[in-house]
């Protein structure tokens, strides 16, 4: 069993900067591929960017590249999700997911992920 939590969510004006964390237990962390996601309310969560388990393999939605930067620390079973230029169309409760996988690879469908935590609530005012 997997437990991830987010953190760092809240209130940014237009143009501002936000950076998410999640911290997964479990003893296999640097097995995982780690995603975020992100959803709004009547919507179909989304994929926002993806990591490999080396972090040599990174992948960005459309809607973010260039803005958003997502890294992880091994040592400290984390992933980061650096939010800059905040949109106002950026608000949405953020995700973040985990999977193991054996083969260096990101992973971009809700469906390939087993474990997910709770959400950050992220909200940019225009």
């Known amino acids: 069993q997997v437990q991830l939590v987010e953190s760092g969510g809240g209130l940014v004006q237009a143009g501002g900067s936000l950076r998410l964390s999640c911290a997964a237990s479990?003893?296999?962390?640097?097995?995982?591929?780690l995603g975020w996601f992100r959803q709004t309310p009547g919507k179909e969560r989304e994929f926002v960017a993806t990591?490999?388990?080396?972090?040599?393999?990174?992948y960005y939605a459309d809607s973010v590249k260039g803005r958003f930067t997502i890294s992880r620390d091994n040592a400290k079973n984390t992933v980061y999700l650096q939010m800059n230029s905040l949109k106002h169309e950026d608000t949405a409760v953020y995700y973040c997911?985990?999977?193991?996988?054996?083969?260096?690879?990101?992973?971009?469908?809700?469906?390939?992920?087993?474990?997910w935590g709770q959400g950050t609530q992220v909200t940019v005012s225009s």
């Open positions: 997911a985990a999977v193991v996988s054996y083969r260096d690879y990101v992973r971009v469908r809700t469906s390939e992920y087993d474990w």
């Open positions: 479990g003893r296999s962390f640097s097995n995982y591929v």
């Open positions: 990591i490999s388990w080396s972090d040599r393999n990174i």
